[in-house]
Nanobody, 127 residues
Framework: QLQLVESGGGLVQPGGSLRLSCAASGFTLDYYTIGWFRQAPGKEREGVSCISRSGSNTHYADSVKGRFTMSRDNAKNTVYLQMNSLKPEDTAVYYC????????????????????WGQGTQVTVSS
């Protein structure tokens, strides 16, 4: 069974940067498209970004476009989310989620389609 573990969250000042990692075990990650999602208190979980199995296709929510960059290293079974120019409204628990697919270019940012979730990592942007 695929297991995902997020890391890299923390407290950062507005304008700062963080890099989140999502490490997989149990299965080879390149069978999956991976998404990053976040959930702020009192809000629904939302898709932030996603990356296809090949890594050639990425999508971003409008709220993070131009500030966040998603990448994957299939050899290390790890996916990353580089977050720059962080804003207080980025504060949330961030989760990675995996969707098994045979389509190399597929990219999923819809929470209800996720097969496997990590436990989440807290990101707090505050001065």
């Amino acid at each position: 069974q695929l297991q995902l573990v997020e890391s890299g969250g923390g407290l950062v000042q507005p304008g700062g940067s963080l890099r989140l990692s999502c490490a997989a075990s149990g299965f080879t990650l390149d069978y999956y498209t991976i998404g990053w999602f976040r959930q702020a208190p009192g809000k629904e979980r939302e898709g932030v970004s996603c990356i296809s199995r090949s890594g050639s296709n990425t999508h971003y929510a409008d709220s993070v476009k131009g500030r966040f960059t998603m990448s994957r290293d299939n050899a290390k079974n790890t996916v990353y989310l580089q977050m720059n120019s962080l804003k207080p409204e980025d504060t949330a628990v961030y989760y990675c989620g995996a969707v098994a697919t045979t389509v190399w270019t597929m990219c999923v940012m819809t929470p209800f389609l996720v097969d496997s979730w990590g436990q989440g990592t807290q990101v707090t942007v505050s001065s």
